[in-house]
């Protein structure tokens, strides 16, 4: 069984959701690989802000997100920041070059699930994780029956994913099994 975690991550939060996501997946043995969306101006985040200098390397050393990875995975985890309560411009960008997938249906009776981050409060995550999961539904996928993660940032970074995410990740990856 293969696990997708496409992310869309500036300043690094998403992708160590992500890891710890991979982790507890690969626990239970499943072949989870984190993929990262375009973004061609995070070179430019990462200049203006240390937080996103810190994970910069990390997260372009990831290779991308393609429709032809989506194909491969029998569940897919795609999180990304809210940006006014909707994914992000990067992260909409990669869904919109998976229209293809619309008429093929290769995505149908796939699993799904969606998590963010925000500033803006949790409503907002849950927004943009919804967005995510609207997509996943219009292609087919079987949206995961478990609570959209909503990671809190701060403004005064740097505050990172605590211990509470290694409980949200265990019990994500006992649902997916169960699910599958």
Wanted: hydrophobic letters at 40%; proline letters at 5%.
């Amino acid at each position: 069984m293969r696990a997708n975690i496409i992310i869309h991550s500036v300043t690094g939060n998403l992708l160590l959701i992500a890891k710890v996501f991979q982790e507890k997946l690969q626990e239970k043995g499943v072949d989870a690989r984190i993929y990262r969306v375009e973004d061609p101006d995070l070179h430019l985040s990462a200049a203006e802000s240390n937080e996103a200098n810190e994970y910069y390397e990390d997260i372009i050393s990831l290779p991308l997100a393609s429709m032809e990875k989506l194909r491969k995975g029998d569940v897919t985890i795609m999180g990304c920041p809210a940006i006014f309560s909707l994914p992000t411009a990067e992260m909409k960008a990669f869904l919109d070059q998976t229209i293809p997938l619309l008429d093929s249906r290769d995505m149908e009776n796939r699993l799904f699930y969606g998590f963010a981050s925000s500033m803006y409060g949790e409503e907002a995550g849950i927004s943009a994780a919804t967005g995510l999961q609207l997509w996943a539904d219009s292609l087919g996928m079987d949206i995961l029956d478990y609570p959209p993660y909503v990671y809190k940032e701060d403004r005064d970074m740097p505050v990172r994913p605590g211990l509470g995410i290694d409980k949200v990740a265990e019990d994500l990856s006992s649902a997916i099994i169960s699910a599958l």
